[in-house]
């Protein structure tokens, strides 16, 4: 595969035909005006090598996709489909926040449902107690989340792996139980504050429009702010932890500022994502974040892919949607076998069943998750039809 | 073989398109639907598998009979797990289809979805589960729990006690043994203040989830405590563990009252039978057995199609609980078709219909509640009915008790917000 990625297909540029062998590293010069696919690794700087753009097309993807997402699907669709997309986005802030932890710097957490309900707790005691808007609450809520995470991943300086996972757990369960049982975190015995919904200006917003535009602000921001940390000294940092921990140590990287940081920012995305969670549903309930929470983000990620940004999105939308098209599928055909109330029963059943199998399905055809099988088809088809 | 492959997945999507679309031409005045959710898969499935087919039953009944005032029903389910994203989904998908009730099913699903059902403007009934407040109309307009709150449930259970009890519970010993979640605490308020009012000692027992090791609460209960009696609020798997556990201390189950959801007799069954639980006193919001005649209606239609009546009407209180909430939505929407006979009915004329719901018995299994636009609950109505000789035998008719009590707490509540 990796030579023939290597092969120049490109439109060259004027004048120079290959990269210059011994001189200077300069920034090829690139036509920007022809739109040119890449196919082969050609760059000469580290500017380059590190760009958020690795080639001008990629602008106009991201322009198109841009596009797509805050102009075509909101202002087109039925509001039913955007709440389905809301809920994918809280999925993808929740999913970006577990892979910095899980994927990128290598430490198991059990623990992001209770961090996602310390934010939503947080944010939703500000806004009830002192009334404060919601960018303090959602600050307030992520930092908190933050703070907490931190601790709960003291362990992580002594254990590794599944030993980790179970101290996490029992952080999620203390935690569980903290805001079950504190009257004054959970204020009451239900367990559960209401929350008025986010105002922007004069504007409440509450319809499912308003709140797809709120919180894909939130996954825009989430997703630069995961590919920034990931290209930052931080996210190295993270990365040689992951890869191995002593050789980190041994080169510089102070393994208990980084894990704990690791921790920090994992749970600030997840109090975000609570404290979104609380906004859309206009409401905080305990029983929103309970474990099992924890593990659908888990399988988010691992589905997805660990260590990627894509594959957080991946894992977040497959997660989410694949059971409503299930059962969308089941609904078309379920008709011309059985009889109307079997249907109803077989459903949910076949429903589990299908997305276990498809789980499964997919971990063997590419085991390191959606975003791989991605990359596979797109380097097959950035060379397609010259396969050699 | 690529070809092939993609010309049957074409076909195959085709076919199931057209026939998605093809029911919606087929009525004739034309249809009202009800959003049903559901759970048959999810933790509590002991319920959703029993109670969702009745929903269904009950509808197909109606809709056998002509409908309501010439209109058919389309009971819409979406099964949700007990998760809270896929309730929010199924919330939507109903509101797209046109739904003008929701029969929401889960306590963190009814919370989720209380800000929405008010924006929207559409019911949702939340009955034996959510928030006890929710029985303010004022405060939740769009919220019925159409069925006794936890705070109702808790208030008949001490004026059950009290009658066992001989009329006075003056320094009597009261054990409450709850399920350690917000439901499970959340009648604690209301039988504090009963203690204090009737002079009972209360002593609270917790069992943590998933609730299914409380052998030192029970030991506790039976032999340090020495409860007089025993009101017990379990969930799941629970209450048959509970059952059981009595049982091996050896304290006589006749003195151990159940709320709702440790009533049924897949409860009974999951603690070794009714020879076991023999004595087990069970509280229910809507009648229990076969012998009512909206049941023989059914059963009626099934043999009139050929078929036997479904499986799942021998498991009878969650049966019953099924018709319960189908006929209940049934009516708001008759009662709703009333004031509009031309059918653009919407969730505001269902609403009204909801709070006209006055002496509506379905022959005995629907207590003879009266929903107001104040009292979304209908009055807090429950029957207790004993484990006897291998079935439920009631002991009580419909009544409620300390409304007074009920209604302090509902107004601190909201006072509170």
């Known amino acids: ?388 | 073989m690529r070809e092939f492959l993609a010309i049957a997945t074409a076909l195959i999507l085709a076919t199931g398109s057209l026939l998605t679309a093809a029911p919606s031409h087929a009525q004739s005045k034309g249809e009202i639907v009800i959003g049903v959710q559901c759970d048959r898969t999810g933790p509590t499935q002991i319920v959703g598998t029993v109670l969702c087919p009745a929903f269904h039953d009950y509808i197909a009944l109606v809709n056998s009979k002509g409908g309501v005032e010439g209109f058919k029903i389309k009971g819409l389910e979406i099964d949700h797990e007990y998760k809270v994203p896929p309730a929010v989904e199924s919330y939507e998908r109903h509101k797209k289809d046109g739904a003008v009730t929701m029969a929401v099913y889960g306590t963190p699903q009814i919370y989720a979805l209380a800000a929405k059902l008010t924006e929207d403007r559409i019911p949702g009934t939340s009955p034996g589960f959510g928030s006890a407040a929710a029985a303010d109309g004022v405060r939740y307009p769009y919220i019925f729990p159409i069925a006794a709150t936890y705070w109702s449930q808790g208030a008949a259970a001490v004026d059950f006690v009290k009658k066992q009890l001989g009329g006075s519970l003056k320094g009597k010993k009261i054990a409450y043994i709850f399920y350690d979640n917000p439901a499970g605490r959340e009648p604690i308020e209301v039988i504090e203040d009963l203690a204090v009012r009737e002079g009972f000692q209360l002593k609270t027992f917790a069992v943590p989830p998933p609730g299914v090791e409380m052998g030192a609460q029970v030991l506790d209960i039976a032999q340090r405590f020495r409860a007089d009696f025993v009101i017990a609020h379990l969930f799941g798997g629970a209450p048959s563990v509970s059952i059981k556990e009595f049982k091996r201390v050896g304290y006589p189950l006749r003195k151990v009252v159940s709320f709702v959801w440790g009533a049924a007799e897949a409860n009974i069954d999951g603690a070794g039978g009714f020879g076991v639980a023999e004595g087990y006193y069970a509280m229910q919001f809507a009648g229990v057995g076969t012998d009512y005649p909206v049941l023989n209606e059914i059963r009626e239609m099934y043999r009139k199609q050929g078929k036997e009546p479904p499986k799942e009407m021998a498991s009878t209180v969650f049966y019953n609980r099924g018709v319960l909430i189908a006929a209940l939505h049934v009516e708001a929407i008759r009662n709703a078709l009333k004031a509009k006979p031309d059918g653009k009915i919407t969730g505001v004329d269902t609403k009204a219909g909801f709070e006209k719901i006055s002496n509506f018995t379905l022959g005995g299994l629907v207590p003879p509640l009266k929903i107001s636009p104040t009292d979304h609950e209908g009055g807090g109505l429950v029957q207790i009915w004993q484990v006897k000789d291998g079935k439920f035998v009631k002991v009580t008719d419909w009544f409620a008790a300390y409304q007074d009590v009920v209604a302090k707490h509902i107004k601190e509540s909201g006072a509170k917000k």
């Open chain 1, 1 to 388: 595969m990796e030579p023939s990625r290597k092969r120049s297909c490109e439109r060259v540029p004027r004048g120079r035909a290959t990269p210059h062998p011994t001189g200077p590293p300069r920034a090829r010069r690139v036509d920007k005006s022809v739109i040119q696919r890449e196919c082969g690794v050609l760059k000469t700087t580290y500017e380059a090598d590190m760009g958020l753009y690795p080639l001008p097309i990629a602008r106009w993807t991201v322009a198109a996709v841009a596009v797509l997402f805050f102009a075509v699907i909101p202002l087109t669709l039925h509001e039913y489909y955007l709440s389905v997309a809301n809920l994918v986005w809280i999925a993808v802030i929740g999913a970006l926040g577990l892979n910095i932890l899980v994927g990128y710097t290598g430490q198991v957490s059990i623990g992001h449902g209770a961090f996602m309900s310390v934010g939503a707790y947080t944010a939703a005691n500000l806004a009830n107690r002192l009334g404060s808007p919601w960018p303090v609450n959602l600050l307030a809520g992520g930092l908190m989340a933050a703070l907490i995470g931190a601790i709960v991943g003291i362990p992580s300086l002594r254990i590794k792996g599944l030993y980790l996972a179970i101290a996490t757990l029992a952080g999620q369960l203390i935690i569980e139980w903290t805001i079950n049982h504190v009257t004054f975190i959970s204020g009451g015995v239900q367990a559960s504050i209401e929350v008025a919904r986010p105002r922007l200006g004069s504007m409440v917003l509450d319809s499912q429009r308003d709140m797809y535009y709120f919180l894909l602000f939130f996954v825009v921001l989430a997703i630069v702010g995961t590919m920034n940390l990931m290209r930052s000294r931080v996210g190295r940092a993270f990365i040689a932890i992951r890869d191995h921990d002593i050789a980190a140590e041994i080169i510089g990287i102070n393994i208990f500022r980084y894990k704990l940081l690791a921790f920090a920012i994992s749970s600030f995305y997840a109090g975000m994502t609570g404290v979104l969670y609380t906004y859309f549903l206009g409401i905080a309930n305990y029983e929103q974040f309970q474990i099992g929470v924890s593990i659908d983000y888990l399988a988010m990620i691992i589905i997805g892919g660990l260590g990627s940004v894509l594959g957080s999105i991946f894992g977040a939308i497959f997660v989410t949607l694949l059971p409503i098209v299930i059962r969308y599928t089941m609904e078309a055909f379920g008709g011309v076998f059985f009889a109307p109330q079997t249907v109803l029963n077989l459903i949910p059943n076949l429903r589990l069943m299908m997305f276990g199998a498809l789980i499964i399905f997919f971990l063997i055809v590419e085991p390191e998750g959606l975003n791989r099988l991605w990359r596979n088809i797109r380097s097959y088809f950035r060379v397609w039809p010259f396969a050699y």
